[in-house]
């Protein structure tokens, strides 16, 4: 699904950072892999994968936390601590929001799942696209438009 209307606002558990969507997302995901489920004390996280162009922090600024590295930059309220959207260094043609962040995610489904060979045997979605990893780069331009087209 994608979202009714744009822009959406939304923010942090407590409201100190507020952020903005104006562009529809590029695909939606569930990631199974153990960190994410550290990062989110569930049993996957959702990203929302969208242009960062459609993005923006309207209020408040993040913080880098979570497990760093050469490659992520996860962004959170300083104060709160949620977790609201992930950098990857080296891509430019999305950053990975956290569809919860936002006032409206009811619309939210995953399209694709990773890493669902560290999945619980118990967590399942509705993606109709699963890998044991992740895509590889040259996948997603495919998973995009069988995305927009869906």
Same mark, same amino acid.
Not at 10 to 16: L, V, W
Not at 141 to 148: D, E, F, I
């Given at each position: 699904?994608?979202?009714? =209307?744009?822009?959406? !606002?939304?923010?942090?558990?407590?409201?100190?950072? @507020?952020?903005?969507?104006?562009? &529809?997302? +590029?695909?939606?995901?569930?990631?199974?892999?153990?960190?994410?489920?550290?990062?989110?004390?569930?049993?996957?996280?959702?990203?929302?994968?969208?242009?960062?162009?459609g993005?923006?922090?309207?209020?408040?600024?993040?913080?880098?936390?979570?497990?760093?590295?050469?490659?992520?930059? =996860?962004?959170?309220? !300083?104060?709160?601590?949620?977790?609201?959207?992930? @950098?990857?260094?080296?891509?430019? &043609?999305? +950053?990975?929001?956290?569809?919860?962040v936002l006032?409206?995610?009811?619309?939210?489904?995953?399209?694709?799942?990773?890493?669902?060979?560290?999945?619980?045997?118990?967590?399942?979605?509705?993606?109709?696209?699963?890998?044991?990893?992740?895509?590889?780069?040259?996948?997603?331009?495919?998973?995009?438009?069988?995305?927009?087209?869906?």
């Open positions: 699904m994608r979202p009714r =209307h744009l822009p959406l !606002p939304g923010g942090c558990r407590c409201g100190a950072v @507020r952020v903005e969507l104006s562009a &529809a997302p +590029l695909l939606t995901a569930a990631c199974h892999c153990t960190g994410c489920q550290r990062m989110s004390g569930s049993a996957f996280s959702l990203t929302a994968m969208v242009p960062p162009s993005f923006r922090v309207t209020a408040g600024e993040t913080v880098t936390g979570g497990a760093q590295g050469p490659d992520l930059a =996860h962004q959170f309220c !300083p104060r709160c601590k949620t977790w609201m959207f992930t @950098r990857i260094t080296g891509v430019e &043609a999305f +950053l990975n929001l956290r569809p919860a006032d409206d995610h009811a619309w939210f489904v995953p399209f694709m799942e990773t890493m669902t060979r560290e999945r619980l045997p118990w967590a399942t979605t509705p993606a109709p696209h699963k890998y044991e990893g992740f895509p590889g780069m040259d996948d997603l331009p495919a998973l995009m438009a069988a995305y927009a087209a869906a």
